[in-house]
């Protein structure tokens, strides 16, 4: 893997339809329910935005409306006025997501493998730097911080050596209950993620493998996007 | 009662947020309860400025403090927010806010911000025909991680390599200026009358375009300059090579009054970034307009002395050479403001041509009047700012992908 692109398969090697399926379902409305409305025939495609474009917003009942992977609460509630002569503020406009700079993305897989961002466990990421976004400017590469069907299918790809590793299984032993998602989560996220948030999750994953449900949380938007 | 912060533009003194509110009495910008008597700071009087003031950080929520923080602390230590810091602004909100961004200045990822900070900025990273593109890059990461002036990116003596090991910057020339005396700089902006280098100094160091206010920059007399750039108007064109407007039209004189003065600090940088003693300015016969001979390029000076000479202004001040024109960029009072706006586009991912309430800008780096800052200092003082923190905070966040 690490000495060149990765082959591209339809879905990760230990993926059966019916864990795609069961990771299709873990996906909220959204990115994908588009995609599924819109029949793209790619399977490669849709493989990749079922995965990739899994917000980690796992409820698609009462928080489906909201913000795709920030579960966080309406930062605009009881913001005090402005005072007398305050300067005018400036607008965080952010009309789409981009993805996280590479090198933060890869810090935060790192962090979930209890690793250095130089660990050997990540090379399989780190040789796809300027594929995944990063940059070499003196060889004309820019960032480009667009998260789309090719990125996806290639951020799954190189995952999956990371999902496999010993370090991964260290860190978390298993992925099967709700509990031991939400761990996952919230080293992930940064944030605590109760066990009820994690449950739809393991519920609509039950039957996927270990590596299917490690890929769920670590291409969701919550993890890659900002 | 709130903590508060105040700017004093008007008293020249600086109330640092922090201070405990109960010494400040009434808020700043709250109703003046007695308007038959004038609060001296809100009011200050006819003629007179009125003081800025901020919301306290203390009203923000847990809540809100923490969606704020998240966002940040991904681009400045690299991370998530660990547990201790979701602890303490879960019990302290808002006011967990600078302590937490200061602590965050001393890790490993700080240095990873400032060296993504310049390398963006400047495009440099990577290596091409044995140059070190990231030698901009290093020397943000050293001076991240030291206590020196931030101003030492445009004024440092030595670069680094990868490791952090001192190293010569790599022009060649006699002097260094920080990232400015870097080939990756020079290639990266290589071009005709040395304009894309004078362009790349004045809008990523001072965030400014031509033309600049002349009090900043006083413009070149006319017959300083070779006679296409003392054009005001068409009719006032004698360059037949200009006659039809090239560039930007025919008004010449504007830009190029203030463009001679920054482009003639690289008139002996060839296009591969290397430091020509004997380089001449003068227009290559031959050659494409605004190209001297062997890759150099063109001044903008008509006399030959000034043309091959590195002699030039900067703000108003006559200069020797880049590494003195460096200094004076960083001594201005226009360099800090502009750190402050880059930050904040890159931390949020803001258009960098998007220009950014000035007053605003400014109160974030008011606390230093008078000092140089180091980077931790700079981007502290910056992201615990009650205008940076509840901008961000109030904007409406995105609602769907």
């Known amino acids: 893997m690490a000495s060149g692109r990765p082959t591209f398969r339809v879905f990760p090697s230990d993926l059966k339809a019916k864990e795609i399926a069961s990771a299709r379902n873990a996906c909220p409305v959204g990115a994908s329910g588009a995609l599924h409305r819109r029949r793209v025939p790619l399977v490669l495609l849709a493989g990749a935005l079922v995965l990739g474009a899994c917000t980690g917003l796992i409820d698609e009942g009462e928080t489906s409306s909201r913000s795709p992977g920030v579960n966080t609460p309406n930062p605009n509630a009881n913001v005090p006025p402005p005072v007398a002569n305050e300067p005018e503020s400036f607008n965080v406009e952010r009309t789409s997501r981009v993805l996280l700079p590479f090198d933060v993305r890869l810090a935060r897989l790192a962090s979930v493998l209890g690793v250095d961002s130089d660990a050997a466990v990540l090379s399989s990421v780190r040789s796809f730097e300027a594929d995944l976004g990063g940059h070499d400017f003196a060889n004309g590469i820019s960032p480009d911080l667009s998260w789309n069907a090719s990125k996806m299918t290639l951020w799954v790809e190189v995952l999956q050596p990371v999902c496999a590793s010993t370090e991964m299984r260290d860190q978390f032993p298993e992925l099967t209950t709700a509990t031991e998602l939400a761990a996952l989560m919230s080293s992930a996220y940064g944030r605590e993620v109760a066990t009820t948030e994690a449950e739809p999750l393991a519920t609509d994953l039950a039957s996927a493998s270990y590596g299917i449900r490690c890929l769920t949380v670590l291409s969701s938007a919550e993890f890659v996007l900002r | ?401």
């Open chain 2, 1 to 401: 009662m709130r903590r508060a912060s105040l700017l004093s533009a008007l008293l020249g003194v600086l109330l640092v947020f922090g201070c405990e509110g109960e010494a400040m009495s009434p808020t700043p910008g709250v109703d003046n309860p007695d308007p038959g008597n004038p609060n001296p700071i809100t009011d200050p009087g006819p003629g007179q400025d009125p003081v800025v003031g901020f919301r306290s950080l203390e009203d923000l929520t847990a809540d809100q403090t923490r969606a704020y923080m998240n966002d940040i602390v991904r681009y400045i230590t690299r991370r998530n927010l660990d547990a201790g810091e979701l602890r303490r602004i879960d019990e302290e909100g808002g006011a967990a806010i600078r302590p937490i961004i200061e602590a965050w200045t001393a890790e490993p990822g700080f240095q990873t911000m400032a060296r993504e900070f310049i390398t963006r900025k400047l495009s440099t990273s990577g290596s091409r025909d044995g140059i070190d593109f990231d030698l901009p890059g290093n020397l943000a990461a050293v001076l991240a991680a030291s206590a020196r002036p931030w101003s030492e990116i445009v004024t440092a003596e030595s670069c680094y390599d990868g490791s952090g090991g001192e190293t010569d910057c790599d022009t060649g020339a006699p002097y260094s200026a920080g990232v400015l005396t870097t080939r990756a700089f020079m290639v990266g902006r290589n071009g005709r009358f040395n304009l894309n280098r004078a362009n790349t100094i004045l809008g990523v160091f001072v965030c400014r375009e031509y033309p600049v206010e002349e009090a900043l920059q006083p413009p070149l007399a006319q017959e300083m300059l070779i006679e296409m750039f003392r054009a005001s108007s068409a009719a006032d064109q004698t360059d037949e090579r200009a006659l039809n407007g090239f560039g930007n039209g025919f008004g010449c004189y504007t830009c190029h009054s203030q463009f001679s003065a920054h482009a003639q600090l690289f008139v002996k940088f060839d296009e591969a970034g290397r430091w020509i003693e004997n380089a001449t300015g003068i227009q290559d016969p031959d050659g494409e307009l605004g190209r001297s001979t062997d890759g150099l390029m063109a001044s903008h000076f008509i006399e030959e002395n000034d043309a091959a000479s590195e002699r030039s202004w900067m703000f108003g001040q006559e200069v020797q050479n880049l590494s003195e024109a460096a200094q004076v960029l960083a001594d201005s009072e226009v360099f800090l403001p502009c750190t402050s706006q880059n930050l904040i586009q890159y931390v949020f991912g803001l258009d960098p041509g998007r220009e950014l309430p000035e007053d605003g800008v400014a109160a974030t780096v008011a606390a230093f009047d008078g000092m140089a800052p180091s980077f931790a200092q700079i981007v502290t003082e910056v992201f615990s700012h009650p205008w940076v923190v509840y901008s961000v905070v109030q904007s409406t966040p995105e609602e769907s992908l």
